[in-house]
């Protein structure tokens, strides 16, 4: 089945430096990837959609110079946190569909949990 | 008012117990997805439903487009089922976007 590893799991880093999180595709192509956050005890909120050799939409609300998306092959979208400050402590998670035919299937990364302190 | 609610919020149930869990939605969608995210964060997508009704072991979801609504059943629920159950809608045909409900948090006593 279609597989989606996300790194790191998790990751501590101090105030003002900048983390990067993978998102790959292990055995599909994925020309769009979808980056999400969630906070404690709250739903998944759709940051942007990641596309393949273009730039990515963000959704209302998100800073596209803070959270920087590059989707530089079919198979890997990575998102950085620039500059990251405590209140960007959060799970982050992506996702992208396997359109293979008989597939079509959601798949989801197992997330990243940051902490800023 | 949230496009997509769930209920209840939270759910405790006996080990053995039918679980139903209920999404209802505002707007017309393509298609609807039922989630289970688990305590380490992980989510699988559980179920794609566009219309009807669609099985899966013991996991059964049902919708119906005209009353915007959809619920997930669990049969001979087990403690292995404790887990925040998400439906998510998709607005658009060709869209991938999701919009999701909040959740329901289901605890399973043995």
């Known amino acids: 089945g279609a597989v989606v590893s996300q790194h790191p799991s998790w990751v501590i880093c101090k105030s003002g430096t900048s983390v990067k999180i993978e998102c790959r595709s292990l055995d599909f192509q994925a020309t769009t990837m979808f980056w999400y956050r969630q906070f404690p005890k709250q739903s998944l909120m759709l940051m942007a959609t990641s596309n393949e050799g273009s730039k990515a939409t963000y959704e209302q609300g998100v800073e596209k110079d803070k959270f920087l998306i590059n989707h530089a092959s079919l198979t890997l979208s990575t998102l950085t946190v620039t500059s990251a400050h405590p209140e960007d402590s959060s799970f982050y998670i992506c996702?992208?569909?396997?359109?293979?035919?008989?597939?079509?299937?959601?798949?989801f990364g197992a997330g990243s949990r940051l902490t800023v302190l | 008012k949230n496009e997509v609610e769930q209920s209840p919020q939270n759910l405790t149930a006996q080990e053995g117990e039918f679980i139903t869990i209920n999404c209802s939605y505002s707007v017309g969608i393509s298609a609807l997805h039922w989630l289970q995210q688990h305590p380490g964060g992980g989510i699988v997508s559980l179920f794609m439903l566009s219309s009807g009704k669609k099985k899966h072991g013991r996991l059964i979801a049902t919708i119906n487009i005209q009353e915007k609504h959809s619920s997930l059943h669990i049969t001979a629920s087990h403690p292995r089922d404790s887990a925040v159950y998400i439906c998510a809608v998709r607005l658009d045909f060709g869209n991938e976007k999701l919009t999701f409900g909040t959740g329901t948090r289901l605890t399973i006593i043995p």
């Open positions: 996702s992208a569909r396997d359109r293979r035919a008989g597939a079509n299937v959601l798949t």
